[in-house]
Nanobody, 124 residues
Framework: QVQLVESGGGLVQAGGSLRLSCAAS????????MGWFRQAPGKEREFVAA????????YYADSVKGRFTISRDNAKNTVYLQMNSLKPEDTAVYSC?????????????????WGQGTQVTVFS
């Protein structure tokens, strides 16, 4: 069992930056693939980024490539999402998720555990 708690969301002007954190409980955290997803009002949940358990494989959605960086610190049981050059269209609830598979999945259904999410609002 893995429990995930996100933090770091907030209100930011377009062009600004935020760093999201996802703290995980559970001794096997470092064996999970971790992902970040987001969901804007009235829209489907959208893949943002994923990172393998040894950080050797990383994958980003095209919409955030070059602006967002996913990383993890297995010693701290934490995964991060550094978001730069934020745009109003990045406004959403951001959630982290854990996947027991070693494959980097982009579909939410592949992930086994989810956090509650943190709101990110970007204004112009």
């Amino acid at each position: 069992q893995v429990q995930l708690v996100e933090s770091g969301g907030g209100l930011v002007q377009a062009g600004g930056s935020l760093r999201l954190s996802c703290a995980a409980s559970g001794r096997t955290f470092n064996t999970y693939t971790m992902g970040w997803f987001r969901q804007a009002p009235g829209k489907e949940r959208e893949f943002v980024a994923a990172i393998s358990w040894l950080s050797g494989n990383i994958y980003y959605a095209d919409s955030v490539k070059g602006r967002f960086t996913i990383s993890r610190d297995n010693a701290k049981n934490t995964v991060y999402l550094q978001m730069n050059s934020l745009k109003p269209e990045d406004t959403a609830v951001y959630s982290c998720a854990a996947d027991r598979s070693i494959v980097l999945h982009t579909g939410p259904i592949e992930y086994d555990y989810w956090g509650q999410g943190t709101q990110v609002t970007v204004f112009s």
